[in-house]
């Protein structure tokens, strides 16, 4: 069982930066591989970006490519997503998950998540 907690969201003017932060409990974090998804008012829940166990590689939607960044810290049991050149359209609420089998392609398959944080806001103003 892994429990996930995000923080770090927030509201920020557009062009800004905030840095997202997502806890794990439990002993196996290592081995898991980790993604963050956002889902705004109204819209589905989308894919953001992904990282495998140790960090190696890492995934990035489209949308966000060059502007965000994941990284883990192992030895923390915690995942960062960092996130520069915030626009409106970024904002949503942004959950970060974890998969006990691994990265499984780019790591953007919802549901190869296991479990999952609460979320935290992420708003960005014009």
């Known amino acids: 069982q892994v429990q996930l907690v995000e923080s770090g969201g927030g509201l920020v003017q557009a062009g800004g930066s905030l840095r997202l932060s997502c806890a794990a409990s439990?002993?196996?974090?290592?081995?898991?591989?980790m993604g963050w998804f956002r889902q705004a008012p109204g819209k589905e829940r989308e894919f953001v970006a992904a990282?495998?166990?140790?960090?190696?590689?890492?995934y990035y939607a489209d949308s966000v490519k060059g502007r965000f960044t994941i990284s883990r810290d192992n030895a923390k049991n915690t995942v960062y997503l960092q996130m520069n050149s915030l626009k409106p359209e970024d904002t949503a609420v942004y959950y970060c998950?974890?998969?006990?089998?691994?990265?499984?392609?780019?790591?953007?398959?919802?549901?190869?998540?296991?479990?999952w944080g609460q979320g935290t806001q992420v708003t960005v103003s014009s």
């Open positions: 439990g002993r196996t974090f290592s081995n898991y591989a």
């Open positions: 998950a974890a998969d006990r089998d691994g990265l499984y392609s780019s790591g953007s398959y919802s549901y190869r998540y296991d479990y």
């Open positions: 990282i495998s166990w140790s960090g190696g590689r890492t």
